[in-house]
């Protein structure tokens, strides 16, 4: 949503909705329409008050944080590839080493879910978990469920904020994919 730092911006957008439906006004006139939108009484007050924010504020308004990447630790590439890609259906987006003998750190996704995979000691603590949200959670089951995996055969539980499914990583690493209810995403 818009504010007042954007006021030129919006007279600029006001100006040529008004013209397509063919009203014709100057771009002094559409600045003190928006000034008008904001209670004030002209285009010189909300200037006023736009040079007078602090420069700070001005950059917050600006900065969009996404969503965090989990980094899972792995030790061992091959592993890490039968359960992330073969298993889960993942898709390596791209792989790193300093060298062929070095430690491999690789990004991975799924329909939107990014996850850093790194041999590296220190990148991550063996045994952490994730949360993922996902849709359709009983169509990714029966996905895991027809390929075989040994030693895994997760279910599906029901819990208070939707229904959900624990994997544990060859590394000892849990990822929790879970169906939220929509009550349960709401700020």
């Known amino acids: 949503m818009r504010d007042y730092s954007d006021a030129k911006a919006m007279a600029k957008s006001l100006r040529a909705g008004l013209k397509q439906q063919g009203v014709e006004v100057s771009h002094a006139r559409s600045l003190e329409l928006v000034a008008r939108q904001f209670d004030l009484p002209d285009w010189n007050v909300l200037a006023a008050q736009i040079s007078d924010r602090?420069?700070?504020?001005?950059?917050?308004?600006?900065?969009?944080?996404?969503?965090?990447?989990?980094?899972?630790?792995?030790?061992?590439?091959?592993?890490?590839?039968?359960?992330?890609?073969?298993?889960?259906g993942f898709m390596v987006d791209w792989e790193h080493r300093h060298s062929p003998d070095m430690p491999l750190y690789q990004q991975i996704s799924r329909s939107g879910c990014l996850l850093h995979v790194s041999e590296h000691h220190g990148d991550a603590t063996p045994g952490g978990r994730c949360?993922?949200?996902?849709?359709?959670?009983?169509?990714?089951?029966?996905?895991?469920?027809?390929?075989?995996?040994?030693?895994?055969?997760?279910?599906?539980?029901?819990?208070?904020?939707?229904?959900?499914?624990?994997?544990?990583?060859?590394?000892?690493?849990?990822?929790?994919?879970?169906?939220?209810?929509?009550?349960?995403?709401?700020?």
């Open 54 to 88: 602090p420069e700070q504020a001005q950059l917050e308004t600006k900065i969009v944080i996404g969503s965090a990447i989990p980094i899972i630790r792995s030790f061992d590439g091959e592993k890490a590839r039968a359960f992330y890609i073969d298993y889960l």
């Open 131 to 187: 949360f993922i949200p996902v849709q359709q959670l009983e169509q990714l089951h029966g996905e895991v469920q027809a390929r075989d995996y040994p030693n895994l055969n997760p279910g599906l539980e029901e819990v208070p904020w939707g229904l959900q499914m624990t994997l544990t990583d060859p590394f000892g690493n849990r990822l929790t994919f879970c169906e939220q209810r929509a009550a349960a995403t709401k700020p």
